[in-house]
């Protein structure tokens, strides 16, 4: 091989926060300025990042249309630069901007460590970044690594409470099982085909027929449980509800976003990219870590008196909700579905933070009586988000729903739509709870007040919520164009 | 102008949410006020509806084009009186909800997004847009038992909500079915409802959507046996969730089976005539016989509806002329005649704080004019010649017993004990003298309280005397559906069934 073309431009986005990072952590060292100053520096380094994945955006819509998508592999084919991606990517830095913006409170409080925080988290979306613009399977290892280690010092990140330490451990020690059944996955992949490019696999598996593919089908197991437990699907769930409950409310809504969308993006493009050609395989299979996570996740979210527990157990059934577009064969549905329940659970986390205080682990349902007259704006927007998360009308997350049981249908997988439309029933139940406390319970205890910063979280979330609901076709055309190469 | 129809009572809703949240005195006056607009643009409706087949005032505008989603809206004889119904009803439910001092800004806007969304219902031609309004009045819905409801409101509205949901999800699994058959047999998905009317389904295929479809409704209506949370939302909600759930929000279920399930799956409309006529029989004899024995007079009127929706269910699929112009003028009439019951009930539970039988006796010495409402909203209830509910149900036992006599001639048994149930109520009520101390010196109506009754009261009555006001203008909407299912099934309507057009003289 010649000298590895360098193709500084393409990973400038991750470049940037990178750089952000270190910023951030210099600037602590040598001045120790206001946490606003620090804010500044990361808030620069994400709408630099934003900035210019638009126009990667542009750049790889060119490349499809000229025909001559190859240019869009960099680095030897290690980083691809495709629609998929650069929307991935994009998702990634609007979450982290307003996961910032709902754990500023958090962040201010925690006094010298703020800057770790800022820094840690824009580390975290350099890592997923990488993760969602991988060809390789070992880059995307790595991408993995980088985010997911961030985000077990993030859980563990307010030290003093026990439950953090605990959530930071739990989540430490099994994700990095998850990690390690990943790279096996990927070794034993590579065994079968001598691959590592997402790419090159698809080649091989479509020019060559494999008599034996035991190898490639234990990889490719593998895989999918290691990025099962990323996402938080049944029955690879069992850490979601304690770290969600445990880490810091105000950081809590960014970890679980930015890992369901990195995920399911990295498990999209190895499934329906490098493997499609093993579909009767790993169909099946999907579809019952889907039907399971629906089930699963929507049952125990009865049982919950803490409303962390249940958004963590709410989670593992929109990981099923989301495996179901992955079963569609088509990743239109999963990236609407994504952005928008992303969206939504960092509001969600932000509204649990500003409840019962940011650095907090208590929120029992108990805290939530009679919020609506505490605080209508806490109220009415937890309400609309909870009843997009359920996937009533008008809101986002019903078009989303719609949206990927429609591709499961039909893919022809029947069984599969009518098990999801029932447990969102039964989910509503525990949504509706929520709401029954903030509303139907009349408590005239103290007024709670909402940071700014959390209001305009709110505002984006909410209004997403309800403008995609009714007018869903901004996003979905974006999203259908997001294809990978 | 249908648009219109749906947005005046969001506008609404917003103008009263932009209000302040100090001028308690203002927000009801206000959503009264707002709520006659929508009524207005209505009647202009009515006005200049034709009495042809076919939808007029048709609306369609793109919504989202690759997945085949449209704003499509039209009205015909058989959507155009629910329309109706639902703008006269809901200024009488904030007019009745006077009593409503907690919250009221939130009641006033949870109740004109809840009209918002029944008429988006009625006027959908999209089985997406259906949908959407009819999962979305759920939530104004579940607000309105849960907020304003009395005791065990959060239990009731739970229950409603989840029940319904129940069954409208897998309705939406059969929406997505339809829709992407469409998009097999004719290259492009489509959820417009004419679309799907074209589809080739397959026997097998058919009933299962069929039966999808008929869970969401048959919940909805109550059907017999899916009834046991209405009793309970019923019970618990206020006056105001009352009225608009036994006045419009069962109808969509007796609408839903009428527009989609006949027009949609007429081969499996036509083989399971005999299982929906049966359960709805079921529920006619079941409602009154339970009727009978409730100790409380809102679950009596509760269970009065579970029996008087039969009828509607029992027109709609005796599939004869008669059966479906009286199935669509009976979802009118019960709409007016227990809309005013519950307003009535309310009315006494705003005085004495019960609605126990037993607490009562002699009130009409001491409320004469409350006790002749009432007696003529029972009078309507059971069908008295002259009044509203009489022509309906004639039409619907006529319309019936061509093609499915058995269940006819249970179901006349019906209005026989509608008699016992309502009579003995109103005998323990109000006859005789009254003997406890407190029902002494009970008021009688106030003209407010009767300015909401009369309006109920005149239209009884007109509908009595003069129903081709609004059988001239379902009757070719009706008869078009028969024409749709005779022309896409070996069906034909036996004779005279074509010909139960009693009331229809004029013109044909």
Redesign the interface.
Same mark, same amino acid.
């Given at each position: 091989m010649a000298t590895p073309e360098i193709s500084w431009i393409a990973i400038l986005p991750e470049l940037l926060l990178a750089l952000g990072a270190a910023g951030v952590l210099l600037m602590e060292v040598q001045w120790k300025p206001r946490p606003t100053v620090l804010g500044a520096v990361a808030a620069g380094s994400l709408v630099l990042a934003a900035g210019f994945s638009v126009i990667q955006w542009f750049q790889a819509g060119d490349a499809v249309g000229a025909g001559d998508p190859s240019e869009l592999l960099v680095f030897s084919g290690l980083v691809v630069m495709d629609g998929l991606a650069v929307f991935g990517r994009f998702a990634l830095l609007a979450v982290t901007g307003l996961g910032l913006l709902a754990g500023w409170r958090y962040v201010e409080g925690l006094g010298r460590r703020g800057a770790e925080t800022i820094a840690l988290v824009l580390l975290a979306t350099a890592g997923f970044s990488i993760m969602v613009a991988s060809n390789n399977l070992v880059m995307m290892f790595l991408g993995l690594e980088v985010g997911s280690i961030a985000l077990y010092v993030l859980a563990g990140m307010s030290r003093e409470r026990a439950r953090s330490d605990e959530a930071a451990i739990k989540y430490f020690l099994l994700g990095s099982f998850a990690s390690a059944l990943f790279v096996y996955g990927v070794a034993l992949i590579y065994a079968g085909t001598g691959e590592f490019e997402i790419i090159a696999i698809r080649e091989f598996l479509s020019s060559f027929v494999v008599l034996s593919p035991a190898v490639i089908l234990i990889g490719m197991g593998l895989v999918i449980v290691g990025l099962g437990f990323k996402v938080s699907a049944a029955p690879f769930h069992s850490w979601a509800p304690d770290v969600y409950q445990g880490a810091p409310a105000g950081i809590v809504g960014y970890m679980a976003a930015m890992a369901k969308i990195a995920g399911f993006v990295a498990l999209a493009r190895i499934l329906l990219t490098g493997l499609d050609s093993l579909e009767s395989r790993w169909l099946p299979v999907v579809a019952g870590i889907a039907a399971l996570s629906m089930l699963v996740g929507s049952i125990l979210a009865l049982v919950q008196d803490d409303v962390r527990r249940m958004l963590a157990y709410s989670g593992v059934a929109h990981a099923g909700f989301i495996m179901t577009g992955v079963v569609g064969g088509s990743t239109e549905g999963v990236l609407f579905y994504l952005v928008v329940y992303a969206l939504q659970l960092v509001a969600a986390f932000a509204v649990v933070a500003a409840v019962s205080g940011p650095a907090n682990s208590e929120s029992g349902l108990d805290a939530y009586r009679g919020l609506s007259r505490r605080s209508p704006l806490l109220g009415a927007s937890f309400a609309v988000l909870l009843?997009g998360m359920a996937g009533?009308?008008?809101t986002s997350g019903?078009i989303a729903k719609?949206g990927v049981?429609?591709q499961a249908?039909?893919s022809g997988f029947?069984w599969l739509?009518?098990a999801a439309?029932?447990t969102?029933?039964i989910a509503?139940?525990f949504y509706?709870?929520i709401i029954?406390f903030m509303?139907?319970d009349d408590d005239d205890a103290e007024r709670i007040e909402v940071p700014t910063p959390v209001g305009w979280v709110l505002a984006v979330a909410v209004g997403t919520t309800i403008l995609w609901g009714i007018l869903?076709?901004s996003l979905?055309d974006l999203a259908?164009n997001a294809l990978p190469l | 102008m249908l648009t219109w129809l749906i947005l005046l009572p969001v506008i609404g809703a917003l103008v009263v949410l932009a209000t302040p949240g100090r001028r308690k005195e203002l927000h009801l006056p206000l959503g009264i006020a707002l709520s006659v607009l929508p009524l207005a643009l209505a009647i202009y409706v009515f006005a200049v509806f034709e009495p042809v087949a076919g939808y007029q005032m048709t609306e369609l505008q793109t919504?989202?084009e690759?997945?085949g989603i449209s704003w499509s809206l039209g009205l015909d004889g058989i959507s155009m009186p629910m329309v109706l119904l639902t703008t006269i009803l809901v200024p009488i439910a904030l007019a009745a909800s006077t009593s409503i001092a907690h919250r009221a800004k939130e009641f006033v806007i949870f109740t004109l997004l809840l009209e918002a969304g029944m008429i988006g219902v009625f006027v959908s031609l999209d089985l997406?847009l259906f949908?959407?309004?009819f999962?979305?009045i759920?939530?104004p819905m579940?607000?309105i038992i849960?907020?304003w409801g009395s005791d065990r409101?959060?239990y009731a509205?739970?229950k409603f909500? +989840?029940y319904t !949901?129940?069954g409208s999800?897998?309705m939406?699994?059969g929406i +997505?079915?339809l !829709?992407?058959t469409h998009?097999q047999q004719f290259g492009e998905v489509s959820f417009a409802l004419s679309d799907l009317m074209r589809l080739d389904l397959g026997v097998g295929a058919e009933r299962w959507l069929f039966a999808a479809f008929a869970l969401a409704f048959a919940i909805k209506v109550p059907l017999f046996p899916l009834h046991t949370w209405l009793p309970d939302a019923h019970t618990e909600a206020p006056t105001a969730g009352s009225i608009l759930l036994a006045g419009v929000l069962l109808k969509l279920g007796t609408y839903g089976l009428l527009r989609f399930n006949l027009s949609l799956f007429p081969e499996a409309s036509v083989d399971s005539v005999w299982i929906m006529g049966g359960l709805a029989v079921i529920g006619i004899v079941y409602g009154a016989v339970v009727a009978i024995v409730q100790p409380d007079l809102k679950k009596l009127v509760a269970y009065s509806s579970v029996s008087h929706l039969g009828f509607i269910v029992l027109g709609t699929f005796a599939l004869t002329s008669g059966g479906l112009q009286g199935a669509v003028i009976q979802n009118v009439n019960h709409g007016l005649t227990t809309g005013a019951l519950f307003l009535l009930v309310g009315m006494i539970y705003e005085r004495r704080h019960t609605k126990q039988i037993s607490e009562f006796g002699g009130l009409q010495k001491v409320m004469p004019i409350y006790s002749g409402f009432f007696l003529f909203m029972i009078f309507a209830s059971i069908g008295l010649p002259g009044l509203n509910g009489f022509v309906g149900e004639f039409l619907v036992l006529i319309g019936s017993y061509t093609t499915l006599p058995a269940l006819a001639v249970v179901a006349a048994s019906g209005v026989i004990l509608a008699a016992i149930y309502l009579l003995w109520a109103y005998e323990r009520v109000f006859a005789g003298l009254p003997d406890k101390e407190e029902n002494k010196v009970l008021s009688d109506l106030s003209i407010r309280e009767i300015s909401l009754l009369a309006p109920l009261a005149a239209l009884v009555i007109l509908l009595g005397l003069y129903p081709n006001i609004l059988l001239d203008k379902i009757a070719p909407s009706t008869e078009g559906v028969l024409d749709h299912i005779e022309a896409s099934t070996d069906y034909q309507v036996p004779q005279p069934g074509r010909l139960g057009d009693v009331f229809v003289a004029e013109g044909d």
């Open positions: 009843f009533l009308p008008l019903f719609f049981f429609a249908w039909s029947q739509v009518v439309v029932v969102s029933v509503f139940a509706l709870r029954v509303y139907m869903p076709g979905l259908a | 919504w989202y690759p997945w997406f949908f959407v309004f999962e979305a759920l939530v579940y607000f849960g907020i409101r959060v509205a739970m909500f +989840i !949901a129940f999800a897998l939406l699994a +997505i079915a !829709a992407i998009g």
